[in-house]
Structures are given as C-alpha cells and as structure tokens.
C-alpha cells in the first residue's frame, strides 16, 4: 500500500507563490512518473506537471514559466513551486504517482484572491 500526502496548499493573493509537497510512504517501489493535477468542483482532473525518472518534464501551457515540478528522489518527494499565482490557479491539486499502479494523494486546496 502506497499513500501520498500532499501539504502546502492555502490562501494566497494574486502574484504570490506558493509551494506544494507530496511525500511518498509505504510500500514504496520505484516510481516512473510523478505529478500534480488540479481540479475544480465540477470540472475534469487536469495535468499541472509531470516529472519522469530520468528528470524529463512537462507542463500544462497555463503555468509554463511560472510553476516548477521537481522530486527528492531520497526523501520520495515531490514538489511543485509556484509562482505568479493568479485567480485561474484556484483548485484542489492532486498529487500522483506511477509505478505498477497509479496511486492519487486526498488533494490540498489552493485559493488565490485577487
């Protein structure tokens, strides 16, 4: 059983930043890929980031430039930095993980007030 816990989230005004965390725990294996989705009430899950084993990653068009996904391979970490929040940023972001499942952390709520 794997459990991702992801913490960070809050309220923060347009042009701040924030950082959001995602430890790993349990029986953890090797995991391909890690990411950050978010999702709005009503809405589909929408990929944010997206970082690979070999440190490849993606991004969504909407926070290029302005969010950074990284990992801590030794502490099963992974991080989104976010900067130069604005309203359009407010969701729940989900944490994920691949290995031979896919596993999902319960979500931390971003709120940015303009």
């Known amino acids: 059983q794997v459990h991702l816990v992801e913490s960070g989230g809050g309220l923060v005004q347009a042009g701040g930043s924030l950082r959001l965390s995602c430890a790993a725990s349990g029986s953890i294996v090797s995991f391909n890929t890690r990411a950050w989705y978010r999702q709005a009430p009503g809405k589909q899950r929408e990929l944010v980031a997206r970082?690979?084993?070999?440190?490849?990653?993606i991004y969504a068009d909407s926070v290029k430039g302005r969010f950074t996904i990284s990992r801590d391979n030794a502490k099963n970490t992974v991080y989104l930095q976010m900067n130069s929040l604005n309203r359009e940023d407010t969701d729940g972001y989900y944490c994920?993980?691949?290995?031979?499942?896919?596993?999902w952390g319960q979500g931390t709520q971003v709120t940015v007030s303009s």
């Open positions: 970082i690979a084993t070999d440190g490849s990653t």
């Open positions: 994920n993980a691949v290995g031979n499942s896919v596993y």
